[in-house]
């Protein structure tokens, strides 16, 4: 896989993108990561990238030449919008970012990340550029270059290779619920045991037991996700029991 940041603070990823998963996978050659400042494309000598905005008001615009220009010269000129391809212009306007948008983005063969700046690009990127708009919360950055950072780490950890893909099925809202607790040695740590369950070596109960747990989890932190979950029949049926004891 290929990613492509467009930015105009590259530096702020020399530091994440040099350590742990995201380095192991540049490492093994599962992806290259290509970050690159759009200030390069300005048209003029003085490499203005920002004006004010049409209309007055506060703060400045990210202008669109030197955004549409480096998104050519990696996509080809003229430019034609391609899914398969996406373009993608990180604000707060987006949709907002999940585990299902990370793991449609890990299957593309490529990817570009255009970070905004100061109050947001010209609207003709996201109208007539991008293929997509998304957003990590609902709060403002001042840029999009800590979103694009946990958009990468969320997308690359799911290419096949980086990591043992027994553990991200496994991970939190891998299908649409929370993980269940999970203990270490030692058994008991300042008095606080360990549940026996899990030191039984039963692994059929051990893995009944981890299935109530995560039920129980999301229905206490997270109801929201149960409306779209995909829940087997048997989580169903604990939810229903969890739902029944909570109203006694
Ligand atoms: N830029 C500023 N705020 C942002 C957010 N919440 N998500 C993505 N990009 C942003």
């Known amino acids: 896989m290929r990613i492509d940041i467009l930015s105009l603070f590259p530096e702020m990823f020399d530091g994440p993108f040099a350590s742990s998963i995201i380095k192991r996978a540049v490492d093994k050659g599962l992806v290259n990561i290509y970050v690159n400042n759009f200030r390069n494309y300005a048209p003029d000598r003085h490499k203005v990238v920002d004006d004010y905005p049409y209309g007055g008001g506060a703060g400045m615009v990210l202008k669109p030449e030197p955004i549409f220009a480096a998104v050519e010269d990696l996509r080809g000129s003229p430019y034609v919008k391609n899914p398969q391809k996406p373009v993608i212009l990180l604000s707060p306007q987006g949709r907002l970012f999940d585990q299902n948008i990370a793991r449609e983005l890990a299957s593309r063969e490529s990817l570009i990340l255009i970070c905004g700046h100061y109050e947001g690009a010209d609207e003709r990127v996201s109208q007539h550029l991008a293929t997509d708009e998304i957003s990590i919360g609902d709060y403002v950055l001042s840029g999009g270059e800590p979103a694009a950072i946990v958009m ?17 099925a496994d991970d939190s809202f891998s299908r649409g619920i929370l993980e269940y607790p999970q203990y270490t040695r030692p058994a008991n740590f300042r008095g606080c045991q360990v549940p026996d369950i899990l030191l039984s070596g039963n692994h059929g109960e051990i893995e009944k037991w981890r299935r109530i747990q995560a039920v129980k989890r999301t229905l206490e932190r997270r109801p929201d996700l149960l409306d779209s979950a995909s829940l087997t029949a048997e989580e169903q049926k604990i939810l229903a029991r969890l739902e029944y004891f909570n109203h006694l």
């Open 152 to 168: 990468v780490d969320a997308i690359v950890r799911l290419i096949p290779g980086v990591i043992d893909c027994l553990s991200t």
